[in-house]
């Protein structure tokens, strides 16, 4: 948990000037804290001995005036600085998280924000109140003793066994904590996969079955936060029974004290504020190390997100791929997934401006071709080469600058359906994406709504049909003009008549790009300048459509059904 908390810590090193501003400043305000006390003792002593009392009234006063404006100074810089850091890192860990794959994206999503949130209610909590409340603590001890040592002694024991009785506490949950925070991320991660999926769920009379799934998950986070809310219940008896207990011991043993001429009724009252200090303290920092115990698995688990390793890095020295004229070489690539499935010793050139198909059965390695060609894996072996450059040694953005892509699943995002084209070319007018929405044939549905190109898009696309989102995602590859095309299953949500009036356009697409095309319809693969056809995960045919026809192999078995 240390180093968990050591590398929280870290994260705020470029601001070390602030971090020691407000040490300072809470040094400061705990110093002025434990000076009131004393001062008061003075007032009551004061008054004991008969008027004036006006000077020690007025230094406690103005005691009282330094604290609270230094406390309020400490409370907003300490929030700004949480605040800032908080979205700093926010931003660093997002962007891993969309730079790496994802197992599971709802589990991501809470742990991105469940462990920010862990990282601001921390750092304000330390800088706003932690640090006064140790360096309270260490001036309070010695300040005691020089007002009265034997109450001191008692006041310091009490102390100690307060904080002995937390610290057991805090040992005997802290596994347990770790198990109720794996059960907060299950929950979180079947809700999400739920509720991206409520259609299937629906449509398999599901809805009873998962909410008695998700009942299950919480019956085990409750089961595993119970013995933890017992234990720290526990612990808040033990504050109200030790201030108590406190107030009264030192009551009795300034009593004995003072009717032995061994202490004043002003040292007695600063004693009382002392112990109030104490208790106050202790407790604040015993609620801290309870959140920091219960914070730890979440901290954890979003640094494991952020220490993500990419799948690729781009090479020391990395040059832009600049102008592309399209020539494609796979020379005798071959990747392994660590379900051992991939692709084996692919070879194979696309001319500039060719359109190949890659045809195959499901799982067949199709898919695995492609990423590597947009460098999302690299190769165990051999090359993937653009216009003569390996695609390693060139940087990541220029390289997928490069090549458009059409999915099969269109990604139609929660914002405008302008935003949603305008996504591959930042900064495009309206006439050049309504352009591409004509090409793409979505222009006339998108004028049909209210809100046009304004229109925003809900959760995944949605109230889209499924061709009118596929038909949002090909605007966005024509814009982007890029000069390789991948349309990957690009028509498969389309009706036929659709299908057929934007393959006609596609056509004029392709026309000068060098484009790949994954489909399961043969008719889309017919005008291919070549087909290569993919079985578990080398080609084992090629040529046009006409020569694997008479063939007779594999791709003919596929075309004729």
Do not use: C
């Not at 929280?8 to 002025?32: D, F, I, K, N, T």
């Not at 995002?413 to 004509?438: E, H």
């Not at 090629?542 to 026809?549: D, E, H, M, P, W």
Request: charge should be positive; avoid cysteine.
């Amino acid at each position: 948990m240390i180093a968990v908390y050591l590398r929280a810590l870290g994260l705020l090193r470029g601001e070390g000037p602030r971090v020691a501003a407000l040490v300072a400043g809470s040094a400061g305000v705990a110093s002025v804290a434990l000076a009131e006390p004393v001062l008061f003792g003075r007032v009551v002593d004061a008054l004991a001995a008969g008027p004036p009392a006006g000077r020690p009234i007025a230094a406690w006063a103005v005691a009282g005036g330094i604290g609270i404006v230094g406390a309020a100074g400490v409370a907003v810089a300490a929030d700004r600085l949480a605040h800032r850091n908080r979205l700093a890192v926010l931003e660093q860990a997002f962007e891993r998280v969309i730079r790496t794959p994802l197992g599971d994206s709802p589990a991501s999503l809470r742990t991105l924000i469940a462990g920010t949130d862990s990282l601001f209610t921390g750092w304000l909590s330390l800088f706003r109140e932690q640090i006064a409340g140790v360096v309270g603590l260490a001036l309070l001890g010695p300040l005691a003793v020089a007002v009265n040592p034997p109450l001191a002694g008692l006041l310091g024991l009490l102390g100690l066994l307060y904080l002995a009785a937390n610290l057991w506490v805090v040992r005997r949950t802290a596994d347990a904590q770790h198990s109720v925070e794996g059960w907060h991320r299950e929950v979180a991660s079947r809700m999400g996969d739920v509720l991206a999926n409520v259609a299937v769920v629906q449509s398999f009379s599901r809805v009873g079955a998962e909410v008695e799934a998700l009942r299950e998950r919480t019956q085990a986070l409750l089961a595993a936060q119970y013995p933890v809310l017992t234990w720290w219940g526990v612990v808040t008896v033990l504050t109200r029974a030790a201030s108590t207990t406190t107030l009264v011991v030192l009551f009795a043993a300034g009593a004995w004290l003072a009717g032995r001429g061994r202490i004043t009724l002003g040292e007695l009252v600063s004693f009382v504020g002392f112990a109030g200090l104490l208790i106050g303290r202790l407790e604040v920092l015993s609620a801290f190390g309870v959140r920091l115990f219960v914070a730890a698995p979440t901290l954890r688990a979003l640094f494991e997100l952020m220490d993500r390793v990419p799948p690729v890095v781009e090479a020391p020295g990395a040059r832009a791929l600049g102008v592309v004229a399209g020539e494609v070489r796979f020379e005798g690539v071959t990747y392994r997934h660590a379900d051992g499935g991939g692709v084996s010793g692919l070879d194979f050139v696309v001319r500039p401006g060719e359109t190949v198909a890659l045809v195959g059965p499901t799982g067949s390695g199709k898919t695995t071709a492609l990423a590597l060609l947009q460098r999302h894996v690299d190769p165990d072996a051999g090359r993937v080469v653009i216009d003569g450059v390996d695609v390693r040694d060139v940087t990541l953005g220029s390289l997928r600058a490069g090549i458009g892509v059409v999915f099969q699943e269109a990604g139609v995002l929660r914002r405008s359906i302008a935003d949603n084209i305008a996504m591959g070319a930042g900064g495009a007018s309206d006439a050049a994406i309504a352009a591409a929405a004509q090409l793409a044939e979505a222009d006339g549905f998108i004028r049909a709504r209210a809100e046009g190109y304004a229109f925003v898009a809900g959760e995944r696309g949605a109230p889209l049909s499924g061709g009118e989102r596929q038909r949002i995602a090909i605007a966005r590859a024509v814009l982007k003009d890029p000069p390789i095309l991948v349309l990957d299953e690009a028509t498969s949500a389309l009706d036929a008549e659709t299908e057929a009036r934007i393959q006609r356009r596609l056509a004029e697409v392709r026309r000068g790009r060098t484009t790949f095309v994954v489909a399961h319809r043969i008719s889309t693969v017919v005008a291919a300048d070549q087909i290569l056809v993919f079985d578990r995960g080398r080609i084992v045919e090629r040529g046009t459509f006409a020569a694997l026809i008479a063939q007779g192999g594999l791709f003919a078995r596929l075309a004729l059904g």
